[in-house]
């Protein structure tokens, strides 16, 4: 089996000659490791090792989407060397975990820009303060999760978030780290 382009792609190999493979495909199908809807994670911008962590991991969980932003406390910053790198970790990642697609990583953006290209999408802002947490089941639309840096997101960055529609949730009692915390909000959505 192979997985390509959000197919799955069942062959019989007939011979092989080399570096050369002779196949016929016996079935193509949906890739079944694809998530039943969009997930985006609009993450903070971390330090280098971090935020590769956080695509890597991401992808191996079902994000579909990932938007680097600026944010107030980023203490990370992206230069135009990295595209090629993240590119590198979500194809790795897919490919180690049968993704039927690669994720998209945008260029880094200020939050007014990530905002806007996701309008229309369900957003959870990720706040250790809010009242509520993330819904476990039942999410059936395409949700973006915003994760601040560490430190969190500011006063300001919240409320442009709810300005936009956010709902603001937690992950229970706990602070987890910027580099953890979109990785299992994405796991408890999917």
Known sequence: MAVADGLEYRFTIAAIDGDLVRATVDGVAPAQGEPGHPVILLQALLPHGDFDSVLEAGTQVGITRFIPVTASRSV???GADRAGRWHAIVEAAAAQSQRGAIPVVDPPRSLADALGSIRGTRLFALDPDAGATLPKTGLREAVAIA????GGWTAEELEA???????????????????LAGVIAAAILL
Not at 147 to 150: A, K, L, T
Not at 169 to 176: A, K, Q
């Open 147 to 150: 994760v601040g840096p560490e």
């Open 76 to 78: 990370g910053r992206a």
């Open 161 to 179: 978030m709810v300005a936009a529609g956010a709902t603001r949730v937690g992950l229970g009692p706990r602070i987890l780290r910027a580099r």
